[in-house]
Nanobody, 123 residues
């Protein structure tokens, strides 16, 4: 399974950005998927995910209400729509997937990772 993330960039505070993660080798709908982000000098932290068992999404408290995770099954691509961006959202964003029926907020429990994409929010 390969995951290819894209869509990062520079945006002003209050703006929007959509990240994409194209998958190959296995359908995303057969896995639990997530987006993590990593701030400088810190380990990756969970931002959003979709449970395979029921298709229900979950979000960290810091992004809930602003970010939306989704899957386009026809394109086998997952997205992270980010609204009302803040400077503190500046990070490298990673997509991840695991074969379990549920997501985990712990990065080591994921089987597959995309390369990171940088998101920078200016004030």
């Amino acid at each position: 399974v390969q995951l290819q993330a894209s869509g990062g960039g520079l945006v002003q505070a209050g703006g929007s950005l959509r990240l994409s993660c194209a998958a190959s080798g296995r359908t995303l709908s057969s896995m639990s998927v997530a987006w993590f982000r990593q701030f400088p000098g810190q380990k990756r932290e969970f931002a959003a995910g979709i449970n395979r068992i029921n298709g229900i999404a979950d979000y960290s408290d810091t992004v809930a209400g602003r970010f939306t995770i989704s899957i386009d099954n026809a394109e086998n691509t997952m997205y992270l729509q980010m609204e009302s961006l803040r400077p503190e959202d500046t990070a490298v964003y990673y997509c991840a997937a695991r074969t379990s029926t549920t997501i985990s907020t712990r990065g080591p429990r994921y089987d597959y990772w995309g390369q990171g994409t940088q998101v920078t929010v200016s004030s």
